[in-house]
């Protein structure tokens, strides 16, 4: 067989990255705390943060539970939410198999062959938005999944970390199977067998683990969780927060309605460039483990909308100058960002492209070729300087954010106020109103978390990029370096 006409061992495992295995467990546990501290210090019951982090010299644990809204660890899962997210899951799945979609081969892998993937993950989105929108038009605000989402955001969040969990664990398990010269092209990923149970657990031990489903087919896990149930739920978080700012305060503000437009584009672009993925890293270098399935299905969606559930409480309105200036700063990087990945994809994919054919490159021992003009000579890693600019436009509609919410009563309903639906002190309605106050700008920690987060992130993919193409080019990738001397951003990293 052709596909199986190089070697079929495993490639020699390349060191620990994150810190390994005390970095690993570090990760997989803080991370889902993180998620958890945004949900309890940003809150619809006292504020943004909680009144009582800003006093941290009087603060007590009974008094950051009540300000939190904590429910106690039993409190944090719902079966019935955990039912409903596995059905969103299952329809995730129905979707890519009975939809028409694009098929196309993936990358050779090391150990000869390509793995066929089917590609229709922005149908399958587009279907599941028309069926929200229909249910949005009949019931407005009140419509189920948007009051659903809101109610039980905690829930929901649970149930996706938990799948995480779950997913990375049947993984690592079921890479046990793989034997060299596998007929379905199952390998190991090169930095996913360390022998550590920990770290190989969540770098992802297996490169491409796929399972074949009843009714639906073989399904690659990879792929499926790069594109599908996190990055449409991180839209549906974003559509719910919007439905909520409307029902709570009687109208849309420009700036949830900014950023709510601006990552409906990021994600629709990534759905509709879905072949794009397969020369990425996530696709060809990393295993599939709880680094990537946690990232996937709760850190991306739940940390990414953090800004537009902040503005359903405490709407900003920037106005036509304010518009203005955080158009120009998303404009800028998905310039950026899209001219240099569909300028890679065209000339890995068709290199006479006359897009792309004047363009410069260096052929390296390997038989690659490294682009040394266009947006790729200008950094080595361009894109990622577009993908932190935009990530700007998302934050900034927040402005200097932190709120306080305020119960009096009885109060009138008026601007900026709204009266919690039943509750009565004393005979009379409790009034809730949202200030600012003594919060203004510690909410930022918050709201801007993204912009600092993203730039680690893109820093450390870079450096973890280096190291690959260290090993892979040689001598090459240093001259490579000297023709493209900057790692990001030019002129100063």
């Not at 940390?303 to 309105?317: E, K, M, T």
């Not at 998302?394 to 009138?412: E, R």
């Amino acid at each position: 067989m052709s596909g199986m006409s190089k070697s079929t061992a495993p490639a020699p495992s390349h060191g620990y990255e994150f810190g390994g295995p005390m970095g690993a467990f570090g990760t997989s546990f803080g991370l889902p705390l993180v998620c958890y501290l945004t949900t309890f210090l940003c809150n619809d019951i006292s504020g943004c943060p909680v009144p009582s982090a800003l006093h941290p010299s009087s603060l007590t644990l009974e008094k950051l539970k009540q300000d939190a809204g904590w429910p106690g660890v039993l409190g944090l899962a719902d079966t019935r939410v955990t039912a409903w997210v596995l059905g969103y899951y299952a329809l995730s799945l129905v979707l890519q198999a009975v939809l028409p979609g694009q098929e196309v081969e993936g990358v050779e892998l090391s150990s000869g062959g390509r793995l066929k993937y089917k590609f229709n993950a922005f149908n399958s989105a587009v279907a599941i938005l028309v069926i929200s929108a229909a249910g949005t038009f009949t019931q407005g605000a009140d419509f189920a999944l948007w009051t659903f989402i809101w109610n039980k955001y905690t829930s929901i969040l649970t149930a996706n970390i938990c799948i995480a969990f779950i997913l990375a664990t049947f993984v690592y398990v079921r890479s046990f199977s793989v034997k060299a010269g596998d007929p379905e092209h199952r390998e190991l990923a090169a930095g996913g067998h360390s022998g550590n149970i920990m770290y190989d657990w969540f770098i992802g031990r297996e490169l491409n683990p796929r399972v074949t489903l009843p009714f639906v087919g073989t399904i690659d896990v990879k792929a499926f969780c790069e594109l599908r149930p996190g990055m449409l739920g991180w839209i549906l978080l974003n559509l719910a927060f919007v439905a909520h700012q409307y029902k709570l305060h009687g109208y849309i503000s420009d700036s949830i309605i900014l950023i709510t437009i601006f990552q409906s584009i990021y994600v629709f672009d990534a759905l509709w460039m879905e072949p794009a993925i397969l020369t990425t890293m996530d696709i060809t270098t990393d295993g599939f483990g709880f680094m990537l399935a946690f990232g996937d299905l709760a850190w991306l969606p739940f940390i990414y909308s953090l800004q537009a559930r902040y503005l359903a409480i405490y709407p900003v309105h920037l106005g036509p100058l304010g518009i203005a200036g955080v158009l120009s700063v998303q404009g800028f990087g998905y310039y950026i960002f899209r001219g240099a990945n569909n300028e890679k994809n065209r000339f890995r994919t068709n290199p006479s492209d006359p897009k792309i054919a004047h363009l410069k490159y260096i052929e390296t021992a390997s038989g690659s070729k490294l682009l040394v003009s266009g947006w790729w000579g200008t950094a080595r890693h361009i894109n990622y300087l577009g993908d932190w600019i935009m990530a700007w436009s998302y934050c900034l509609p927040t402005g200097i954010a932190g709120y306080l919410i305020q119960h009096t009563s009885p109060a009138p309903i008026s601007s900026g106020q709204s009266a919690a639906d039943g509750s009565i002190i004393g005979g009379q309605p409790i009034g809730t109103q949202v200030v600012q106050g003594e919060a203004r700008g510690w909410g930022m920690a918050i709201t801007y978390f993204y912009v600092l987060y993203f730039a680690i992130l893109l820093i450390h993919r870079e450096m973890r990029d280096e190291e690959k193409c260290v090993r892979k080019y040689g001598k090459d990738w240093e001259e490579y370096k000297k023709r493209v001397p900057w790692r990001i951003l030019p002129g100063v990293y």
